[in-house]
């Protein structure tokens, strides 16, 4: 061993022993059983990983890698995890959270997560919102040219502000039906940035993914380009193991 194991993830302990992966630092990933779960685990090089692209990429290639070679049903752990021993892993998780880890592992058998991330251009929508209402136009005209209040400003932005989320909220509503009644357990996450309109995860049946995804697709096309997608079809369930 170099400095310790860094662990990716937990399976049930029917996985196979020969996978053949690279993890971390492009070391073999290798098995350990323990008390009736198996552990994916690599030995470091490092005393800690920094959350690099690279690193974040390379911890979640491993875990699904595994999903792909038929292991469907597994509990990823936070990327940067690194112990000393196995002892460590039975005192502060296999003893005490053993009957937790069973019952994650019962309710994500036969499903899986996907996500989507929904963006929008807030210029584009803002001239777009202009065109189709004429109060709003107006009210926005009034700022050109003429010496208005502070407080008429303020309720100019605010009546624009308010019809851009009425105008964001529609679009979300329509993917949330769309898309909701197909999931067993829903994630909403927090927007990144400026630009992103929507951030959820989906716990789904795995027979269930085509109509997922061909339902996404009708939804985006009823808004005419307007939008980008993106859309992860295959994921470790980082949303939906997470323990009590």
Do not use: C
Request: hydrophobic share 40%; charged share 30%; no cysteine.
């Amino acid at each position: 061993m170099a400095n310790g194991l860094y662990l990716y993830g937990i399976f049930p302990p029917s996985i196979r022993s020969d996978l053949q992966l690279e993890g971390l630092d492009q070391q073999p990933v290798q098995m350990h059983e323990l008390d009736n779960f198996m552990f994916l685990y690599s030995e470091t090089e490092q005393d800690r990983y920094l959350a690099s692209r690279k690193n974040l990429l390379g911890h979640e290639r491993v875990l699904e890698q595994v999903m792909q070679q038929g292991h469907p049903t597994l509990l990823p752990l936070q990327f940067g995890l690194i112990i000393s021993d196995w002892e460590m892993v039975r005192q502060q998780l296999t003893v005490p959270k053993g009957d937790s880890l069973k019952q994650l592992f019962n309710k994500l058998e036969g499903y899986r997560e996907v996500s989507i991330k929904i963006f929008w251009e807030p210029e584009i929508e803002l001239e777009s919102l202009m065109r189709e209402n004429d109060d709003l136009r107006t009210k926005r005209d009034r700022l050109e040219g003429r010496s208005l209040s502070m407080d008429q400003v303020v309720k100019i932005g605010q009546s624009i502000e308010r019809a851009m989320d009425d105008r964001k909220q529609e679009i979300v509503t329509r993917f949330q039906d769309a898309l909701n009644p197909l999931a067993i357990e829903i994630v909403e996450n927090d927007v990144l940035t400026e630009k992103m309109i929507y951030n959820a995860a989906y716990l789904i049946p795995w027979e269930a993914e085509p109509q997922f995804g061909e339902q996404i697709e009708e939804v985006d096309r009823h808004f005419e380009n307007r939008l980008r997608l993106r859309y992860n079809n295959f994921t470790a369930p980082f949303n939906f193991a997470q323990l009590a």
